[in-house]
C-alpha cells in the first residue's frame, strides 16, 4: 500500500511539471511574438523609412519652389526708340473699339489688356505722330525704323526688353484687317502703332496707321 501511495504521488508530480512545461513554452511563444511585432513595427522608423520621408520632403519643396519661380511680368514703363526715350502710360480700348492714345504728346501708350515686356503674347504700344501744331511727336522717329532695328522696354522693376524689328507696313484706318494689331499668341512679340499716310480733314485723322512688329531677343540689364 505504502509503495502505490508512492507511486501515485510521483504520477502527479509528473502532471504538474508536465503544466508548467505546457504554461513555460506558451509564455515563451507569447514573448516571441511580442518581440516579432516591435521588430516590425520598429522597421517603420528605419532610416529607410526615414530617408524616403526626406526625399518626399525635397520633393514637396522643390515643387513649392517651382511656383514661387514663376515668371512675374510688369507694365512697361520707358521704351526706347533709336536714341529716343520716352515714358510709357497705360491705354485702353475707347468707346467705339477704337485703341486709345496717350494723354502727352511726347508719351508712349501701352495697351493694359495686352501682354507685358518680355511675356507670351503681343505687347501693344502706341504713340503721337506729331501734335496738333504739326510738331514731332512721341513716335515721330518710328517711320525711320528698320528691320533688324532694336526696341528697349523697361518695367517696372527696371528690367529692360530687347525687341528686334521684323516688318515694317501701312494699314488704312477703316481696312478690316486693322484688328490683327491686337492678335496675340505664343509668340512674344512687340507691336508699335503710330500715325501714317496723308491727313484727312474730314475725320480729322491722318488715313493709315504705321504699324512695326518686333521680336523678344532678351532681356538686358538695367540702362
Not at 519661380?69 to 497705360?90: C, G, N, S, T
Request: aromatic residues 10%; proline residues 4%.
Amino acid at each position: 500500500m505504502t509503495k502505490l501511495l508512492f507511486l501515485l504521488q510521483k504520477f502527479k508530480s509528473l502532471q504538474v511539471n508536465k503544466s508548467v512545461a505546457i504554461i513555460t513554452i506558451a509564455l515563451v511563444v507569447v514573448v516571441l511574438v511580442i518581440i516579432s511585432l516591435i521588430i516590425l513595427n520598429g522597421r517603420a522608423f528605419s532610416p529607410i523609412g526615414r530617408v524616403n520621408t526626406a526625399v518626399e520632403d525635397r520633393v514637396k519643396t522643390v515643387s513649392a519652389f517651382k511656383e514661387v519661380a514663376k515668371p512675374v511680368y510688369l507694365p512697361p514703363i520707358k521704351i526706347q526708340v533709336k536714341e529716343k526715350v520716352l515714358d510709357v502710360e497705360e491705354i485702353s480700348v475707347e468707346e467705339g473699339g477704337f485703341l486709345g492714345v496717350p494723354s502727352s504728346w511726347q508719351t508712349a501708350g501701352w495697351y493694359k489688356e495686352g501682354a507685358k515686356p518680355g511675356e507670351e503674347g503681343n505687347v501693344l504700344v502706341d504713340g503721337h505722330y506729331d501734335t496738333n501744331t504739326g510738331a514731332p511727336g512721341a513716335f515721330w522717329g518710328l517711320k525711320d525704323l528698320q528691320v533688324g532695328d532694336k526696341v528697349l522696354l523697361t518695367d517696372k522693376l527696371g528690367r529692360v526688353f530687347e525687341y528686334s524689328v521684323i516688318t515694317k507696313s501701312s494699314i488704312g484706318i477703316s481696312d478690316p484687317e486693322r484688328w490683327q494689331v491686337f492678335a496675340s499668341g505664343k509668340d512674344k512679340v512687340l507691336t508699335l502703332i503710330t500715325c501714317g499716310g496723308v491727313w484727312d480733314y474730314a475725320s480729322h485723322t491722318y488715313n493709315k496707321r504705321l504699324v512695326i512688329t518686333a521680336v523678344f531677343v532678351k532681356m538686358e540689364k538695367n540702362w
